[in-house]
């Protein structure tokens, strides 16, 4: 049975940084592709970044090219996101999910769903 959980999320201020983390178990992770959402109250569901299989490619959403990283520890079957000078823009919930074929930024393309984790950036 294949889980997702994520953890990491929580209240920073302005600028702060956060790491986010994605525990999958049921499959080896290498072998699949993760990718990270994260949704606003009232905003659809959007593509933050995903690491593919195999090779770990990476891929970024525009608006957090440069401010996120995704990383895939392959011993702990765990992916991350790090998540660097916050802005109030970036709150919301946040999910990772798996897919089975390719990779993708589109959330309707993946398979199994964390529960989310929430991510508030304020003063």
């Known amino acids: 049975q294949v889980q997702l959980v994520e953890s990491g999320g929580g209240l920073v201020q302005p600028g702060g940084s956060l790491r986010l983390s994605c525990a999958v178990s049921?499959?080896?992770?290498?072998?699949?592709?993760i990718g990270w959402f994260r949704q606003a109250p009232g905003k659809e569901r959007e593509g933050v970044s995903c690491?593919?299989?195999?090779?770990?490619?990476?891929y970024y959403a525009d608006s957090v090219k440069g401010q996120f990283t995704i990383s895939r520890d392959s011993a702990k079957n765990t992916v991350y996101l790090q998540m660097n000078s916050l802005k109030p823009e970036d709150t919301g919930v946040y999910y990772c999910?798996?897919?089975?074929?390719?990779?993708?930024?589109?959330?309707?393309?993946?398979?199994?769903w964390g529960q989310g984790t929430q991510v508030t950036v304020s003063s």
């Open positions: 690491i593919s299989a195999i090779d770990g490619s990476t």
């Open positions: 049921g499959v080896i992770l290498d072998y699949y592709a």
């Open positions: 999910a798996l897919k089975m074929y390719g990779s993708s930024l589109k959330y309707y393309e993946y398979d199994y």
